[in-house]
């Protein structure tokens, strides 16, 4: 763990962050929903952390503990060569997180896995759909109580052409491709 | 037998059907449709040291020129459909080869979330070949098998409701 971030962080005093510790030599900070964005804007720009690539969004479910789900930033900064780790808790009953897509573009299909997975809700992602899974899969397969043997009904054309429409829809207006 | 008699040296007889059905089987071309490991092996199988090329089966990159659909690999819920798809784009009279055991039942991943159990779910298959993945020399099996069964098609006499003989 580079202490020099350590230092770092614990001058900007930031806002919302719960607990930091160590976990096989990293740095995990955990950091409280409303604070995330700030917080990720301040890694980002702050030259002390720099960090200008996050690698992955994932979560975790932990049945029976609340909030149900973490969800996990995986940050990295090409420049300085070190790494965080930030958990924000998301609760079973509304499952919100506020997106980092503004943050980091490369959030976008990141978080749009996650929602797939779990059925996290990132607020003002601008297009959370399903990425791996089709529209008509019932349930978010990594949660822990998606049954094991569930089966999945087997899509037909006309289950498919509502969603074509409004993909074509989508496609013809003006918004398509641009970003937010 | 005196007419076969008096018929020159180069002239062969056979019948029409058979003779369709020579043709057919001696260009059977074969819809790319890798979907998993598979299609590692379905690649070695048109490679030279296999060479499905002899038997008169060459790869297409398209539906429209394809007459047998060899489905290689894992079929996921979400490909169910369009592998559906792509069998209608293909002109008639069309096979399939269903290769492994993930397209013939789901394999492994039966119970996985994502997973469609079996390609004849989908689509008619015609020959299942076994094997996870089966070697280069079972597909040229089953591509053999199919060109047995194409051989005993009847198209002068269409029999009804009957669609294919099925394989003796």
């Known amino acids: 763990m580079s202490q020099s971030l350590v230092t770092a962080l614990a001058s900007q005093a930031l806002e919302g962050i719960v607990e930091v510790a160590e976990s096989r030599g990293e740095l995990v900070v955990r950091v409280l929903p409303v604070a995330l964005v700030e917080v990720c804007t301040t890694l980002r720009d702050d030259p002390a952390f720099a960090f200008d690539f996050l690698m992955d969004v994932t979560a975790v479910d932990y049945p029976g503990r609340e909030p149900r789900f973490e969800v996990v930033y995986h940050l990295y900064s090409l420049k300085l060569n070190h790494r965080v780790r930030l958990k924000v808790g998301a609760s079973e009953a509304s499952p919100h997180v506020p997106s980092v897509t503004p943050v980091w573009r490369g959030a976008n299909w990141l978080e749009r896995e996650t929602y797939d997975m779990y059925g996290i809700q990132f607020d003002g992602h601008p297009d959370l759909r399903r990425i791996y899974l089709y529209e008509e899969f019932e349930g978010h397969p990594l949660r822990k109580d998606y049954p094991k043997e569930k089966r999945q009904p087997l899509v037909t054309r006309a289950d498919v052409e509502p969603a074509q429409q409004r993909r074509q829809r989508e496609r013809d207006s003006e918004r398509y491709g641009r970003w937010q | 037998m005196s007419l076969l008699n008096t018929m020159p040296e180069f002239m062969v007889t056979t019948k029409v ?91 492994l ?33 089953g591509l053999l098998k199919l060109q047995e069964k194409m051989m005993q098609e009847k198209w002068l006499v269409r029999s009804t409701g009957e669609s294919r003989p099925a394989l003796a």
């Open chain 2, 109 to 141: 991943f039966q119970l996985a979330y994502s997973v469609c159990d079996g390609v004849d779910k989908v689509i008619p298959v015609d020959v299942y070949v076994p094997g996870c993945p089966p070697r280069p020399e079972a597909l040229t099996e």
């Open chain 2, 17 to 107: 059907d058979e003779m369709l059905n020579w043709t057919r089987k001696s260009s059977l071309w074969y819809m790319l449709f890798g979907l998993a490991c598979c299609a590692i092996e379905m690649m070695q199988t048109g490679g030279p040291r296999s060479d499905l090329d002899r038997f008169g089966a060459v790869p297409r990159a398209t539906p429209r020129q394809s007459d047998l659909m060899i489905v290689a690999g894992t079929l996921t819920l979400k490909m169910a459909l369009r592998t559906k798809v792509l069998y209608e784009q293909m002109p008639d009279p069309k096979y399939v080869i269903s290769m492994g055991s993930c397209s013939n039942c789901g394999g």
